[in-house]
């Protein structure tokens, strides 16, 4: 991880300290996708299939949830972890439907003049599972959980096919504790190209869904923002591409958390990106250590060493200074492991989801407290929310007004058109306030 001392830079400085990896930019994945787009957009289905079989080594597939799939599934794991799928999707269940909107009740503005907002669930989603390197389960629960919460009418799951050929029986138990009815095997751009425009294959069909939901790599990404760009194109979540974890630490916490954490985001991706900040340099020295001692046990070591070229270690004067920082970079994950680490919260503006003490480990995020794990990434956290029944839904206001009301309030209208130019309107609001 590169040193930085924040208090030495100038504005240039600081912006290039928090540069995301410049490959999450590059042009030839935006041409890529781009490509693959007007394929699939020209020949549907098969073009999918052909994209398919070249990145992926694999035609796509639909694999029906089944009782007996699901039975099957569950005897090939054992009885410790279909317990914890068990767990996480309630968690995930009792988390989204406790903070599902609500309709208002109807609000009195002027008189004779009421309004309310009421909520309605998508009718379809595309949910894409990330799987390249790992079969990620946790993001389907994540994803299908809270749009089954919403209610939305058709949900559309998606993951990459497994190198080995075999889909990881964790991955169909997921889909089962979901509500699924059926999984596809296709990744990358190819899928979100196929849930854009619908594609139509030996052993099914996909249509066209309203929304795209999902994390994935540099490629999925730039799918989806090109998606939402064409015209009559699917909305999107949020940018969610490559992970990213800042780390808050103070002289007193814990070398081997920090580490930890910091560890479990690298391990992801060659494109995540971890970032450690403290007022503390012999922390910083510590953390550090830990990384390279705890680095050389894990399995993915190449994977996080390749992330870990693109993190940072920067040293801040003090916490105020460590969240101003953190509010500027916005990342996907945010840990504060300091003492006062609850009276931070309040300062932040800017992050995915924050993760209060040392007891609070990402990975239980990740995996079981219940919130989504789809988050904005690369900055977005700025603009955007993770992943919630919201998402799955959207709200329309409702207005009713009684003639006493139209008659005290066209004229305020009627003044009002008139000033922006705009008689038409004008008109319709004085026929109202005639009556």
């Known amino acids: 991880m590169r040193r930085i001392d924040w208090s030495a830079l100038d504005a240039a400085g600081r912006r290039e300290a928090l540069a995301r990896p410049a490959r999450r930019t590059d042009p030839e994945v935006a041409a890529g996708v ?53 767990i996480a999707a309630d968690n995930v269940r009792v988390f989204h439907e406790a903070t599902r909107p609500a309709d208002s009740p109807w609000i009195e503005t002027s008189p004779g003049v009421r309004s309310r907002l009421l909520w309605r669930p998508l009718a379809s989603a595309g949910l894409y599972v990330p799987g390249g390197t790992a079969p990620l389960f946790s993001s389907l629960l994540m994803l299908a959980i809270p749009a089954a919460v919403a209610g939305v009418g058709r949900r559309i799951a998606v993951t990459p096919p497994p190198r080995s050929g075999e889909v990881h029986p964790a991955m169909i138990v997921a889909a089962a504790e979901a509500g699924l009815d059926a999984l596809w095997l296709i990744g990358g751009a190819q899928a979100v190209a196929a849930l854009s425009f619908g594609a139509t294959f030996d052993d099914g069909e996909i249509e066209p869904v309203d929304k795209l939901f999902g994390p994935g790599n540099a490629w999925v990404a730039e799918a989806k923002t090109q998606a939402a760009a064409r015209p009559g194109g699917p909305a999107v979540d949020m940018p969610a591409g490559p992970s990213e974890l800042l780390v808050i630490t103070d002289r007193d916490a814990d070398p081997a958390l920090a580490a930890a954490d910091l560890l479990s985001q690298a391990e992801h991706d060659a494109d995540a990106q971890v970032v ?53 970079y916005a990342p996907e994950h945010l840990a504060l492991q300091t003492a006062d680490a609850a009276a931070l919260v309040p300062r ?49 206001s409702v207005q009713s007004v009684t003639a006493d009301g139209a008659r005290a309030l ?26």
């Open 276 to 328: 450690l900040v403290s007022g503390s340099r012999a922390n910083i020295d510590a953390v550090l250590a830990e990384v390279e001692r705890q680095l050389e046990t894990l399995p993915r070591i190449d994977i996080a060493r390749a992330s870990l070229a693109e993190g940072r270690a920067i040293r801040v004067r003090d916490t105020a200074e460590a969240v101003e920082v953190a509010n500027l």
């Open 34 to 86: 781009r490509a693959i787009f007007d394929d699939v957009q020209a020949r549907g289905g098969a073009a999918v299939a052909d994209w398919s079989r070249k990145l992926d080594g694999a035609p796509p597939r639909r694999l029906p949830i089944t009782p007996e799939a699901e039975a099957a599934a569950r005897v090939a794991l054992p009885p410790a972890a279909t317990r914890a799928l068990r």
């Open 348 to 396: 932040i503006t800017a992050a995915g989801a924050v993760f209060v003490g040392p007891f609070a480990a990402e990975t239980l995020g990740d995996y079981a407290a219940g919130p989504s794990h789809v988050l904005p990434t690369d900055g977005a956290a700025r603009a955007f929310g993770g992943v919630a029944t919201a998402s799955f839904m959207t709200s329309m």
């Open 410 to 435: 066209g004229p305020v209208a009627a003044a009002l058109a008139r000033l922006e130019g705009l008689e038409a309107h004008a008109r319709a609001a004085d026929l109202r306030s005639r009556g």
